[in-house]
């Protein structure tokens, strides 16, 4: 029954961005991920140009041209990107209106689903959708890495500083009898064969998962516009700027249980369920996939790799990724405490961070195009 | 431009229900409109069965069947629609499977979008939408007085207990230099020629906003399932259960000012954006609307018509269709005191309210299709 092939066996373990619009919102702390949507306005804009035939989709007058965003949080980057790409296909309206008067979509309206984990913050979301909106607005609650739309009904699909984050944590790092046991890190921070292998085969039946749904859902010709940061081949993620933060805060996370705030087994068994693909890694696992035709596979560096970013900076960015996952494991009444002490000891090596490891993370820009 | 219609001038004053899943919320307290949804299922699948033209839809293998709740609040309620209208049209489609297998539409796939205004709690709503269901699920913000799906997008869409909201307070009843001027009551009780004739004219207005945005959004061949209360012509407001029991709340809100809680000026100016038109009032717009063909237009009782209400049941029903209402005008910190005084009050004068009066209300079933 092709009905039945969205009740999904999935059961994700959703951690969400903090929601609302406060100090510590994603809302409010998330310019480093605004700064991959806009540096990706002109790749995106000249990639729908290049390989988005409105004709072959079948749209007329009657049609609804049907966008999503998987992964999409609470704004405002995700109003920037659908925006983006809606001025990029507005543009080739145009574009082909002018050769072909007779044949005018100059009706096609826009639906744009937004999508992300059903405790995603979709209230604050709905509230903050811009006035000046082109196109009619919906939320979509639940997993990317399953079903979420009927068969041959969107597009385009986007998703932006999402993939990384992973179904669920791989079970082998938290069992303290497997040799991948994770104690002593919160991520796959290279340092264990055994953790980095768990890793990277979640990693590896996430991306399948996600491409295969999203194969499903797009239409013939839609494409599907993929943007994460990966890491440089052979480069562990220990060395890179992401990975030696997230060891402050696991280094932060054991103090704080040796000062007696948290127990240390509650410190051993927290895990961030995201993974930093190598870049040949995931571009193998995109080129497996038969379903798509790859169109664009451009790696670019993030746009703010030269900010100098102070320890606050660094700090909220990462209260307002990882503030509901530290809060629903350790308890939320522990989470001013957590941060602060994380954003202290962090300004005390903030040079040690970024020190000439700037170009081991390198961004990915995909753009495929279902067969 | 067609792409632009959508861009509604409505500026919505938005009064959803108490959000959550606590005591107080539309959740636990909606069993009154549960009652309407599952009475209404007959008649709905018996509807749908002689109107619903599957082949004429011109549905597919690769198509979806696209169904809209509009004031949907947070559930349980509007699951238990959906999850009726889909049943009905899965026996339909299986008839058809039989007697055609050639043409065989086993593969439809359903999109349920829930609509409700953008400061509904679509986070409870989300997290509650049931593991079992048969559909994908998305949520719709706006209000429906105006557009907010693309044209011909929509297959089915139904409302149920939402009609009688306006997407404004007439302006004139809260002029006290106008003739319209409604103080001493909160909503349409009927005293008052001018006050009625402002209401009556807001719903009209609304009435055919709503129509004429669902003949755009529908398909042709498309249905819109309306269930409504209504008043008997004739009667007016101050004299039916509902009317009786708003006439009480609004006593209870002019006793709190007298005791010096609230302000008196602060209850002048309080109005609830709801209008209960007479049965024959509302059926001469939905009959002036020559978008639909009129299939089914029925009359009924409300299923709990002879059920003995306590005046706890119904002080927890408007608190919880009304407490965010009352708290936005009067201040969160009063909807506790307001609604116990309330409950009290009407604990003493529940027979007068519910006696003999029971027939005045009439609910309306009504089925269009879309021509």
Redesign the interface.
Request: avoid cysteine; hydrophobic fraction near 35%; charge should be positive.
């Given at each position: 029954?092709?009905?039945?092939t969205?009740?999904s066996n999935i059961s994700p373990e959703a951690y969400p961005m903090v929601g609302g619009d406060g100090p510590h919102s994603y809302a409010k702390n998330s310019i480093y991920q605004e700064a991959i949507v806009n540096g990706s306005k002109g790749m995106i804009a000249a990639g729908i140009r290049k390989t988005l035939d409105l004709k072959s989709l079948r749209l007329d007058?009657?049609s609804?041209f049907k966008i999503a965003d998987l992964g999409c949080s609470t704004g405002p980057n995700t109003f920037i990107a659908m925006q983006n790409i809606i001025e990029a296909i507005e543009l080739i309206k145009y574009q082909d209106d002018c050769e072909c008067e007779h044949d005018n979509p100059?009706?096609?309206?826009?639906?744009v689903?937004f999508n992300d984990h059903?405790?995603n913050?979709?209230?604050t979301l709905?509230?903050s959708?811009p006035l000046?909106?082109?196109y009619?607005?919906?939320?979509?609650?639940?997993s990317f890495h399953g079903?979420?739309?009927?068969?041959?009904?969107l597009h385009v699909a986007h998703t932006s500083n999402a993939l990384p984050w992973l179904s669920k944590i791989p079970k082998e790092i938290t069992n303290s009898n497997s040799p991948a046991w994770n104690r002593g890190h919160i991520l796959c921070s290279g340092f264990e064969k055994e953790v980095a292998e768990a890793y990277s085969a979640q990693f590896k039946n996430d991306i399948e998962s996600f491409l295969n749904a999203r194969a499903q859902e797009l239409v013939p010709g839609g494409l599907l516009l993929l943007l994460t940061p990966t890491i440089r081949d052979g480069i562990p993620m220990f060395s890179t700027p992401e990975g030696t933060n997230f060891d402050y805060l696991g280094s932060c996370l054991y103090d704080l249980a040796n000062m007696g705030l948290i127990a240390e087994e509650k410190v051993d068994s927290f895990n961030v369920p995201m993974y930093y693909p190598f870049l040949g890694e995931l571009m193998g696992h995109i080129k497996r996939n038969k379903n798509f035709s790859i169109e664009i596979m451009n790696t670019f560096t993030h746009p703010l790799v030269h900010m100098v970013y102070s320890a606050e900076f660094w700090a909220s960015l990462s209260r307002a990724a990882f503030g509901g996952l530290v809060g629903q494991h350790f308890g939320y009444q522990f989470v001013d405490r957590i941060f602060n002490y994380y954003s202290t000891k962090l300004a005390e090596n903030m040079s040690s961070i970024c020190d000439g490891k700037t170009q081991d993370k390198i961004e990915l820009f995909v753009l495929l195009r279902r067969n």
């Open positions: 029954m092709v009905h039945n969205f009740v007058t009657s609804t100059s009706g096609l309206e826009f639906q689903f059903s405790n913050d979709f209230n709905f509230k959708v000046s909106k082109k009619f607005a919906t939320g979509v609650p639940g079903r979420l739309f009927p068969e041959s009904s």
